[in-house]
């Protein structure tokens, strides 16, 4: 939709599944652009981002805001669809009903809007790859949002932006990157999903105590200095710019403030590689090896997830 001045509106609804709203306050919190800018504010040259729906931050509540859901849903085209939390479907209704009178749930409301958006923006570890509430045993039979997708066999794209929560500025860039250049190619995404310019690297390959763990310095206890991978930091498993990015506008990170990477961007957290402060398996870290064709060294990164298989 155009605007009298000649500005695109972009439409987005942000849905809510099983989750704890961290990504929402977190996205509360971006510095550069803040995120009154983002609303109120071009995000690009002649596009404005028009939240039409967030169940948490939204004056409107009860009928009046499903209302607005729906009108989106039924006149809108080419709108983006955020979902935060993953898809309980052993809980499906959430009180409320349709506009046809049906009783109000989760799972058809996010296939319904996904079957006419655009593409679905999966915000947050839970709606990436199922997260904490999908965590076993999983009693609420919770689901990431490509699953779903996949299972109800609705083509839209989907792009996976993980984290527990998500950074901002992994959340805005995405939404940036879809205005300036479309929707991202296979080119832009890794194998799960996610903006190679966000989780391109791994943490071990930018971290400031890189140098300890070649040194074979290790901290025994929290606290101390020295390289945390004793202390179960999946920092050499873990693809993400947290260290050159930082949180809290650039302030620190979880290794900046003495605690192990937990890996919350990968596929399977928290189960797969939990515990959490136990140690991973020397195979799963990145070495160097020889080409035996060639017989030149290469680096070798490792799978992106901490263990092939949870912990007991």
Known sequence: MMTEQGTQEIPVVWLQGTGCSG????????????????????????????????????????????????????????????????????????????????????????????????????????????????????????????????????????????????????????????????LPTADDLDEHGRPRAFFGQLIHENCPRRADFDAGKFASHHGEPGCLYELGCKGPVTYSDCPLRQWNSGISWPIGAGSPCLGCVEPGFPDVGSALYKKISADELPRIERDETTGELKYVAPASAPCSEPSE
């Open 23 to 182: 990504c929402s306050v977190s996205l509360l919190n971006a510095a550069a652009p803040r995120i009154a800018n983002v609303l109120l504010e071009e995000l690009v040259p002649g596009k404005h981002v028009q939240l039409r729906f967030h169940p948490t931050i939204m004056a409107a509540s009860g009928e009046l805001a499903l209302e607005i859901l729906y009108d989106t849903q039924q006149t809108e085209e080419g709108y983006v669809l955020i979902l935060e939390g993953a898809i309980p479907e052993k809980l499906p209704y959430i009180g409320g009903t349709t506009g046809e009178g049906e009783e109000l749930s989760i799972v058809n409301t996010f296939t319904q809007l996904a079957e006419k958006a655009l593409c679905v923006v999966a915000v947050g570890a839970c709606a990436t790859f199922g997260g904490i509430p999908a965590a076993a045993p999983n009693p609420s039979g919770s689901k990431p949002a490509s699953q779903v997708l996949a299972e109800h066999g609705i083509a839209t794209p989907c792009v996976n932006v993980p984290g527990c929560p998500a950074h901002p500025d992994w959340i805005i860039g995405t939404i940036v990157h879809v205005l300036l250049h479309g």
